[in-house]
C-alpha cells in the first residue's frame, strides 16, 4: 500500500500545483496571461485530475516495478500479498474505480446547479485541497475491496461507461473538425489569400491518405489470401469502407450543403481516421491469430501496447478540447458541456471580477496573488457557461475509458503479466459497433438538417 501512497503523493503534489495554475492559472502563474474564465479554468483543473488518475495507473503497469518494491528493504516481506495487488492490470482497475466514484460523485452533486450563487458552485469552483485529499481517498480505499468478483463485475461497468466514451469522443472530434473549418475558412474570407484554401485542402487530402493507406494496410494484416478465412474482418473493414465513402459523399451533397452549408469534406476525412483507427484497434483484439499480425507482435510502450498510447492520448486531448471549447452553437454546446445562455454574465463585457482573496466565494481563489490587476473573472453569475453535472459524467465515462484501454478492454487475474495482451470477441465487437454508432451520429447530423428542413439545427 505504500507504493499506492507513494505513487498518490507524488499526484498530490501536482494536483496542488494544478489548485494554485489551475482555477488561477491565467493569474497566479505569469502576469503576463490574459484573462481567463472561472468555467475554464475550473474544467481545466477537472481533466488534470484526470491525467493524475492515468499517470498513476501507467505506473502500476510499468514493467519491472514488482521486482522494483521486492529491492526496498522489508517492504514485501511481510505484505507479499498487498505488493501484488498495487502493481498490474488489476491496480488500474482500483484506480480507476477510485476516479471513476470521484467524477460520478460530484455528478449527482451538481445536478441542476443554474449559476455561481448556487453553494454546491462554490464546491465545484473551489475546495480544491478537500477534493484532492477526497480523490486520492477513494482510490487508495478501492485497494481495500476485496478481489473476490470485483474484476468481473467493474469490468463489465467499465465496458459500457468506454463504449459510451467512444461516441462522446466523435461528437467532440466532429466538432473539432468543424471549429476547424470554419476558423480557417474565416481567415480566408477575411484575406482574400488562397494559402487557407491550400491548407484546408492539404489537411483533407493527408487525413484521406492516413486513412486509405491504413485500410490497405488492414486488408494486407487482417485477412488472408484465402478466400475461406478471415471471413469477418473482411467484412468489418469492408463495410467500415462503404460506410465512410457514403458519409463523404453525403457531407457535400448538395441536399446537404443547401441546409449545412459548414459541412465538408475535412470533417468527414477526421471521422474517416477515427473509424480506421477504431476498426484498427478492434481487429488487434481478434482472437483468431491467423487473422491477426499483432497476436505476437504486439509494440509495447512503458508495459502499454499502441493501441492504448494513441487512445489514452486522443482521450485527453479531447478532454482539454471539451474544458476550453466555449461556443453554445457546437457539437460541445449541444452535449450540454456548454450552455452559455445569453445572460450578461457570460457576455465578455459584462464581466463580474473577483477583487480579492478576501472576497472570493468558497474558497473560489480566482485572482492574481500579490497583484491588483485581476486575471481570473467569474463568468457564471447569472448563469452556468456549462452543466457541470454532465462535465463530471463525461469525465465519469473517461475514467473508465482509461481503465478499459489501459488494460486493453479484458479482466485482469491475479497473474495478470505486463506483456500479456488479451484477445477477445467481445472487445472487438464492442470497438466495431461503436464506429458503426459514431458514423451513424456523424451521417445523422448531416442529413437531419435536409430531412427537417423546418426544424432549427443551428
Known sequence: MGAVLGACSAACCAANLACCCGSAACGLCCKSCPTCRNSTSTRI????????????????????????????????????STCDNIVGYLAVYRIGLGMAAF????????????????????????????????????????FFIPNGQFSEVWMYVGLVGAFLFIIIQLILLVDFAHSWNSSWVEKMEESGS????????????????????????????FTVSDVSSCHTNKFFISFNLILCVV????????????????????????????TVFLTWSALSYQPDKNCNYMYSSQIKVGGLDSQAVIG???????????????????????????????????LDTEQTVIDGPGETRSDVGLVEQGGSDPKVYDDEES?????????????????????????????????ASFDQLSYSEAAVWIKMVSSWLCLLVYTWTLIAPALFPDRDFS
Open 103 to 142: 467524477f460520478l460523485l460530484f455528478c449527482i452533486i451538481m445536478y441542476g446547479v443554474s449559476n455561481s450563487k448556487d453553494c454546491r458552485a462554490g464546491l465545484h469552483n473551489g475546495f480544491w485541497g478537500i477534493k484532492i485529499l477526497l480523490f486520492i481517498g477513494l482510490i487508495v480505499g478501492a
Open 312 to 346: 489514452v492520448i486522443l482521450m485527453f486531448l479531447m478532454v482539454i478540447y471539451a474544458s476550453i471549447r466555449t461556443s453554445s452553437n457546437s457539437q460541445v454546446g449541444r452535449l450540454g458541456m456548454n450552455k452559455n445562455r445569453g445572460s450578461p454574465a457570460n
Open 194 to 221: 488562397k494559402i487557407w484554401a491550400v491548407l484546408l485542402l492539404s489537411f483533407t487530402f493527408l487525413m484521406y491518405g492516413i486513412s486509405i493507406a491504413g485500410t490497405v494496410c488492414l486488408y494486407v494484416y
Open 247 to 274: 458519409a463523404s459523399v453525403l457531407a457535400i451533397h448538395p441536399k446537404v450543403q443547401e441546409q449545412l452549408p459548414t459541412s465538408g469534406l475535412l470533417q468527414s476525412s477526421v471521422v474517416t481516421l477515427y
Open 383 to 415: 448563469g452556468v457557461a456549462y452543466s457541470y453535472s454532465f462535465y463530471h459524467f463525461m469525465l465519469f465515462l473517461a475514467s473508465l475509458y482509461v481503465m478499459m484501454t489501459l488494460t486493453d478492454w479484458y479482466k485482469p487475474g491475479k497473474s
Open 45 to 80: 483543473v477537472y481533466s488534470l485530475f484526470l491525467l493524475f488518475g492515468l499517470i498513476a495507473s501507467c505506473i502500476t503497469l510499468i514493467p519491472g516495478i514488482r521486482e522494483k518494491l521486492n529491492s526496498i528493504p522489508h517492504f514485501c516481506e511481510k505484505t507479499g
